[in-house]
T-cell receptor, first 109, second 115 residues
Framework: KQEVTQIPAALSVPEGENLVLNCSFTDSAIYNLQWFRQDPGKGLTSLLLIQSSQREQTSGRLNASLDKSSGRSTLYIAASQPGDSATYLC????????FGTGTRLQVFP | DTGVSQDPRHKITKRGQNVTFRCDPISEHNRLYWYRQTLGQGPEFLTY????????KSRLLSDRFSAERPKGSFSTLEIQRTEQGDSAMYLCASSSERDAYNEQFFGPGTRLTVL
């Protein structure tokens, strides 16, 4: 059974820091991996999708890597800003998305 | 409107009542998913449609839950005889079979509170 774990569960940092959020999964048989952002009480916004054959994907200050053989992905956020404060979820696609429990990020000025 | 929409955004009901939620996917998307998210957890898969066919249902979807997508466009999720444990955010997502990566796009969710 596929299980997805995210570490840390919560993170509080001052503005300007570079951050790494971690995601691990137990079964490497995935089609792709998506990172999402969720603001309190809201739906999910897709940030990055990494195909199973890719090693990384970049969008602006965000960079996500994927090591399928070891079952790991990282989301790197450069030069964090207070507006980045949200919960970040990773999900593996096995015909349906299986999510981790998220990392709750707070960036303070 | 180019996004996934859900209605209502909030629903408060008493235990034992029936509720129905609606999801309108992105217009060119033929795949539609329902997920449920409880506080502090990631979303959990409930069911999935391709066009009007319901292709998979999670064991989380008890016999009190039913989902339909009658014409392959919008979908409804009905919960009968609601229980307090049904309180959660119900999320809908859509994707296109023609997208090789099957990227899913989510709606804003319907928050259900069962008193």
């Amino acid at each position: 059974k596929q299980e997805v774990t995210q570490i840390p569960a919560a993170l509080s940092v001052p503005e300007g820091e570079n951050l790494v959020l971690n995601c691990s999964f137990t079964d490497s048989a995935i089609y792709n991996l998506q990172w999402f952002r969720q603001d309190p009480g809201k739906g999910l916004t897709s940030l990055l999708l990494i195909q199973s054959s890719q090693r990384e994907q970049t969008s602006g200050r965000l960079n996500a890597s994927l090591d399928k053989s070891s079952g790991r992905s990282t989301l790197y956020i450069a030069a964090s800003q207070p507006g980045d404060s949200a919960t970040y979820l990773c999900a593996v696609d096995t015909d349906k998305l299986i999510f981790g429990t998220g990392t709750r990020l707070q960036v303070f000025p | 409107d180019t996004g996934v929409s859900q209605d209502p955004r909030h629903k408060i009901t008493k235990r034992g009542q029936n509720v129905t939620f609606r999801c309108d996917p992105i217009s060119e998307h033929n795949r539609l998913y329902w997920y449920r998210q409880t506080l502090g957890q990631g979303p959990e898969f409930l069911t999935y449609f391709q066009n009007e066919a319901q292709l998979e249902k999670s064991r989380l979807l008890s016999d009190r839950f039913s989902a339909e997508r009658p014409k392959g466009s919008f979908s409804t999720l009905e919960i009968q005889r609601t229980e307090q444990g049904d309180s959660a955010m119900y999320l809908c997502a859509s994707s296109s079979e023609r997208d090789a990566y099957n990227e899913q796009f989510f709606g804003p969710g319907t928050r259900l509170t069962v008193l």
